[in-house]
């Protein structure tokens, strides 16, 4: 894109922008997870301390979403409160919805995974930490319910830290679908797919490397090579805050029947099932959705110093 057409649909916030210039590392942050993933004010305060883990850790965060017809790369803290507390009432913004959330600029809109790959690109940044990632639902095969942020993987070139999928997704077919498209899923010093609130699955991953250093080098050599497209970086959540693996899993049953029986289908999917998920464990699925992001936020910071050290 040329740069005028850039500049008159991104808006990268001074600190953000200073860092790219300096080619300092930035971390990118969705916000979909702020408004349709978590409560307010968790969400608000998660997403604050998310920024701090991420200062700490040598980066600058660039938090996402679409504003007064802007494609934001770095958000205020007034814009992330405003974000948390429009909660559900804002347009969740895949690939498919940017143009609207661009052309109605009254429109709040909160970035998937997708979306926030694609606006993190745009701004330059290549590494971005997350919760989940969407992929494909249990039943696709006759619901097609496969998440956008799978195909925005295949062709979009930034790194996605998250901690693995939740068993609301298949994750037998989720995984064959990123073999398809040609993206790699590395454990972070696992050899098996996390399921987001446990750290195991009878899954594996592609490849298991053990330290931020070689996840850069990978990455570095990829793009070097011209091989365009994500990957997905899975980091299990921290011992002490993972849930009881029977417990939670009797939860999610629980929750997928009654999403069926209320008909919930398309988009309020996740956000249903995870605010769901949250009253049937009392809270404690909340928590163990808060310390993954902040672990994964730690980690995608640590990739992008690595990253940043080998340009
Ligand atoms: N998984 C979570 N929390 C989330 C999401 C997924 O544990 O908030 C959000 C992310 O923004 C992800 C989106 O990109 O849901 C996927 O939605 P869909 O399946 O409708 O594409
Ligand atoms: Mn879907």
Known sequence: MNHSVLSRYLSVSPEV???????????ALESTIISHGMPYPQNVETAMRVEQVVRDNGAV???????????????SPEQIEFLGKTGQSALKVSRRDLPFAVSSRDTVGATTVAATMIVAELAGVKIFA???????????????????DLQELASTSVAVVCAGAKSILDLELTQEYLETHGVAVIGYQTDCWPAF??????YEVDYRLESTGEIADVLFHKWQLGLNGGVVVCVPVPETYEQDEVLINNAIS??????????????????????????????????????????????????????????
Not at 131 to 138: Q, S
């Open 130 to 148: 997350t919760g989940g990632i969407g992929g494909v639902h249990r039943g696709a095969p006759t619901s097609f319910d496969i998440s956008a």
């Open 61 to 75: 965060p660039a938090t996402i979403a679409v504003m007064n017809g802007k494609l934001c790369a770095g958000l």
């Open 17 to 27: 922008a200073e860092a790219l210039e300096a080619q300092k590392p930035v971390v």
């Open 197 to 202: 609130y446990t750290r195991r699955s009878d």
């Open 254 to 311: 629980e929750a997928l029947t009654e999403m069926n029986t209320q008909g919930i289908t398309g988009k309020k999917t996740t956000p249903f099932l995870l605010e769901k998920i949250a009253t049937i464990t009392g809270g404690s699925s909340l928590e163990t959705n808060i310390q993954l992001v902040l672990n994964n936020a730690t980690v995608a910071s640590q990739i992008a110093v690595n990253y940043s050290e080998l340009r």
